[in-house]
């Protein structure tokens, strides 16, 4: 094998990783690897900074989002108009979310102008003779994925939809790229809301699309002016399948209803600013919590409000680490040693995980949440006690609750 590759054996086929020259030292860093339970994709990048699959340190996901914001406030400066960021359901809203917020508060401020992100839940607004109605959503496909329909919702708000439906940039974050076709998807939903777009950035750890998402993104979207593609790291990948390609139709995935309101920190509706954790929320869990290493747990696509309590708590001594619950269907290979389900707590029905977790490697467990329904809360954070206290934080009634076998 030339120096720089990589070679990954899962048992759902071969990987092989060809990062380009600058790229193959930070690779180690900030990738490991996994195998997905899903016949349209076999493998999946395991980000070490994103806090989804595996813990991670705050303070280097923190350092992800300024060098990513970085990046894109060099591309930006020669690109007109204001712009809004749009963060990918599920694994990268917490990454949109971060960046977002670096560019507000070193770049530019008044060019970006709010933040969205997409979702693969839509929310009941009524009922009537039995027929459910959804919030107004642009919806696009996620091909590879899980689940593949996802949505971006257009906002009650008409500050917040305006920005979103005049945009002339938009700059659209995920944690990697392999082939665009994603990107491609929701700019041409979003093209048929918003006529004015005209300029799109894209940012992500990794590229390996191998020049493949902006030439995709370049040539395949009518209207649009300037493609801009930025990445930590870059290359291709190859992946030899041992699994037969799954031919279900694609519809078969539909959206998940959620009957709750979202909590203030959602930004599926489009947030100007990062919420800031209160201060009553950040001291009662420090209380709770003490000393020693901590998981701050995200939900889903609830993760920024989890690494910014985390940052947050580090200022009392705890050691934090931040990880996610998550719909996304993995097998026990590569870099996922571990792997427990676990209730999503705005889908009952729908399964949902934790990977790489034991309950031993930590002094306290905090679950961050938005969920209106309590007693899913309370399932969650006794299913990973393990006979010993979980902290919840509801960042809906804004509380904070310990939750032990014996007492709540």
Request: glycine residues 6%.
């Amino acid at each position: 094998m030339s120096p720089g590759f990589l070679f990954v054996s899962l048992p759902t086929g071969e990987l092989r990783v060809v990062p380009h020259h600058d790229s193959s030292l930070q690779i180690a860093g900030l990738l490991a690897f996994g195998a997905r339970d899903n016949s349209r994709r076999g493998f999946l990048l395991v980000s070490r900074v994103l806090g989804k699959h595996i813990p991670s340190i705050p303070q280097q996901m923190q350092h992800v989002h300024e060098q990513l914001a970085s990046l894109v406030a060099k591309c930006s400066q020669s690109v007109p108009g204001d712009a809004v960021v749009i963060g990918m359901a599920e694994t990268a809203t917490g990454l949109g979310l971060g960046i977002f917020d670096q560019l507000r508060s070193r770049y530019e401020p008044q060019a970006w102008r709010y933040y969205f992100q997409t979702t693969r839940y839509a929310r009941k607004t009524n009922h009537f003779d039995g027929f459910v109605k959804s919030h107004a959503g642009i919806g696009f496909k996620e091909l590879h994925s899980h689940a593949v329909d996802i949505r971006l919702e257009v906002p009650e708000c008409p500050v917040a939809r305006r920005r979103l439906l005049e945009a002339e940039t938009v700059l659209l974050i995920d944690d990697e790229i392999t082939t665009g076709q994603t990107f491609l998807n929701l700019i041409e939903a979003l093209q048929s809301h918003n006529s004015r777009l005209r300029n799109v950035l894209v940012a992500t750890i990794c590229d390996f699309s191998d020049g493949v998402a902006q030439q995709l993104l370049s040539t395949n979207t009518r209207g649009i002016d300037s493609v801009q593609v930025v990445s930590l790291v870059s290359g291709r990948i190859e992946f030899d399948s041992r699994i037969k390609r799954d031919t279900v139709s694609l519809s078969s995935a539909p959206l998940t209803f959620y009957d709750g309101e979202w909590s203030r920190f959602s930004a599926r509706q489009g947030i100007c600013r990062a919420e800031v954790i209160p201060e009553s929320i950040l001291f009662a869990a420090a209380v709770l919590a003490g000393l020693g290493k901590c998981l701050v747990l995200g939900t889903t696509e609830f993760m920024d409000p989890a690494f910014r309590l985390a940052i947050q708590l580090q200022q009392f001594g705890l050691d934090c680490r931040v990880q996610s619950t998550t719909r996304s269907p993995l097998l026990v290979a590569g870099d996922i040693t571990a792997k427990r389900a676990v209730p999503d707590l705005y889908s009952p029905n729908t399964p949902s995980y934790l990977y790489n977790y034991s309950r031993e490697d930590y002094e306290s467990i905090i679950v961050v949440h938005e969920t209106s329904d309590h007693s899913l809360a309370r399932q969650l954070c006794l299913n990973l006690a393990d006979g010993r206290d979980c902290i919840e934080v509801d960042l809906l009634r804004l509380r904070v609750i310990r939750h032990s076998e014996n007492r709540t």
